[in-house]
């Protein structure tokens, strides 16, 4: 049987791993990109290029889009508007899920059916089956084209509200960039000691491992409205992201970092939760800052 052909819009390293991976899974592939050169070394692997957005909407039914975001989307399409009607658009360009809702009742007044999607891996996982895309919008459209996009990570629908996937997205990369960013701040203050980043990984690495555990702790807690200070308390958290802050300036490295945790901290304690959990500070969150 001879498999479904798909176009890919937006040739970025997202787009052109993923291009790759329906070629190698034997799927003909219809590519257009704003700058026309990224395609050529698809074009040589046998991916044909379109010479105009209309012309890559009207040849195929599925429409998969790999863009910086979703005012991307409106730049290309736009122009192509008429060339909609009867297509799936699979977006997996990360933004909000509003804007995802948006685009997907844009895309249903243009007579084109819409699914929403988070890839959840770097371009070198697209292709692995233990890769994993949030997807989300009309059930059936999803489950009428899963097995193609199977071909590029393994798919977890999320449900019919086109906003779902790029909310469980956008919560995963709440906690990446956050994390990643303590990552480096951490190795920017080992690197003030002449501690390399290589060197420091097995203890990095302990860290990170480490946090499932406090995860699979803390969460029924949490969905428990429950705050016991009986294993750790937040006048203790203060006074140790203090010694954080400390050694940071000492080193003379930025501040930025630890200092604003602290203030998270410090309003935690102004809210009368010294005798919490730290998991009180979710109290804080939930309210915009004051200074917002
Ligand atoms: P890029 O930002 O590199 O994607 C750029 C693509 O968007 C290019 O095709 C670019 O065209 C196009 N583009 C941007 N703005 C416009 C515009 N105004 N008009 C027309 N085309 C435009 O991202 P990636 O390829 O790295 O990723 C694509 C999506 O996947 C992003 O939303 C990203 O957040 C998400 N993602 C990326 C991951 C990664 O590790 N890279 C991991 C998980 C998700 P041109 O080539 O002409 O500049």
Redesign the pocket.
Known sequence: MSKQSVTVI??????QAMTQAFLDAGHPVTVW???PA?ADALVARGAVRAATVAEALAVNELVVL????Y??MY??LEPAEQALGGRVLVN????TPRKAREAAAWAAERGARFLSG??????SGIGTAESSTFYSGPKEVFEAHQATLSVLTGTDYRGADPGLAPLYYQIQMDMFWTTMLSYLHALALADAHGIPAEEHLPYAAAAMESIPGFLRFYAPRIDAGRHDGDVDRLAMGVASVEHVLHTTEDAGVDPALPAAVLDVFRRGMAEGHAADSFTSLIEVFRKPSPRA
């Open positions: 937006g040739l970025g390293p997202m787009g990109n704003r700058t990224r790999s863009l910086t975001d005012d991307a730049a290309i997996l360009s990360s933004d988070g890839v959840q891996v770097p371009p």
